[in-house]
């Protein structure tokens, strides 16, 4: 498979301080590829070099083996930009704000109308191609961005925390888009701050933190990377009677999930102590009734925390 984006030891500074730190990667055609990071990590600064949008410091990009400073609007028709804020023209109708943009990559003409039309379908705004955006709710904002960033068929669609702050029926509608654009031949980029989002839909995860990649994979890749730690799940017919702070006190043990719905205690331990028997029996002990045991891999939140010493969420 080939490159769609290749970054090469790619560095922004803002006087001393390096806020993108010699960052190389390679993604290939055909990737939902994640980049996870707490704020501040340097995603957005890395997003913005890719789409031209600020200038490079040091280092290379290159989009479809072509650098992009020396191809510059090879590279835009390639990319399309799903910006963190909303960029959207309030006093046009949505029709005419994809119109625009898909006009600024330079589709003109039955062609500029065509695909104008076909956006707007895509996102599920075919029937509001007169409204004014000023009247939509934040999620059909954001449909009506993403619509703007893709009208031109990018091979390489870059989205970033494309879901913050809607309802949750438009954020199943866009992450149910990014796998739609996805298998119809595009790769994606995208960044979270939703652990699951990325666990749903991404292939390949990029963990950035302090401007530099700290570890890269698929998600079994980046889960067996903790090795001194282990997760059970038991599986039980009630939560009745669950203490959680009784099991967290249990030496060796590191956290303990209590999942309601799948009526499953996820209980991480060091790798070397062995507490399977004491967990069990404090569990017996309050009346509970066992109905399964299975080793777990770590959810992603633990490897991300183990490797930057830090939670996604809470910063
Ligand atoms: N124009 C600028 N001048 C100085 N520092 C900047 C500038 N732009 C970004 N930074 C700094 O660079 C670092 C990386 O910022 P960036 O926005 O890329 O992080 P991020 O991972 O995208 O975080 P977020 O999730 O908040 O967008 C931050 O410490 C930020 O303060």
Do not use: W
């Not at 390679?26 to 939902?32: D, F, L, T, V, W």
């Not at 992009?68 to 109708?93: C, H, L, W």
């Not at 009506?144 to 989205?159: E, T």
Request: overall charge neutral; glycine content about 8%; proline content about 2%.
């Amino acid at each position: 498979m080939n490159n769609v984006l290749q970054l090469k030891q790619l560095t922004k500074t803002y006087g001393d301080f390096a806020a993108v730190d010699q960052l190389s990667l390679s993604i290939k055609e055909g990737e939902i590829f994640g980049f996870l990071g707490a704020n501040g990590a340097g995603k957005s600064t890395t997003i913005h070099m890719i789409a031209s949008l600020i200038p490079i410091t040091k280092g290379e990009i290159e989009v479809l083996g072509k650098n992009i400073v020396k191809n510059r609007r090879f590279a835009k028709s390639n990319i399309g930009i799903v910006p963190q804020e909303i960029a959207i023209y309030e006093d046009m109708t949505a029709y005419e704000n994809v119109r625009f943009f898909a006009g600024l990559y330079g589709l003109r003409g039955a062609l500029l109308k065509s695909r104008t039309e076909e956006a707007l379908a895509f996102v599920g705004l075919d029937d509001k191609h007169r409204s004014f955006p000023r009247d939509f709710s934040g999620g059909m904002k954001r449909r009506l961005n993403i619509a703007c960033a893709i009208a031109h068929r990018p091979k390489l669609i870059i989205m970033d925390e494309p879901t913050v702050g809607i309802d949750p029926q438009s954020r199943n509608y866009i992450l149910e888009s990014v796998k739609k654009l996805n298998a119809m031949g595009s790769t994606v980029i995208y960044t979270s701050h939703y652990m699951e989002e990325v666990e749903e839909i991404c292939t390949r995860i990029a963990i950035i933190d302090h401007g530099k990649i700290i570890a890269e994979g698929t998600q079994a890749q980046l889960k067996s990377i903790i090795t001194d730690q282990k997760t059970i799940g038991i599986e039980v017919r009630t939560m009745e009677g669950l203490n959680l702070e009784k099991l967290s006190g249990i030496a060796g043990v590191r956290s303990v999930e209590a999942n309601e719905e799948r009526r499953e205690i996820r209980v991480s331990s060091d790798a070397e102590v062995n507490n399977l028997n004491r967990i069990l029996k404090e569990l017996l002990a309050d009346g509970m009734e066992i109905r399964a045991v299975e080793e777990r891999q770590p959810s992603l939140e633990t490897v991300f925390l183990t490797l930057t010493g830090r939670s996604l969420r809470d910063n």
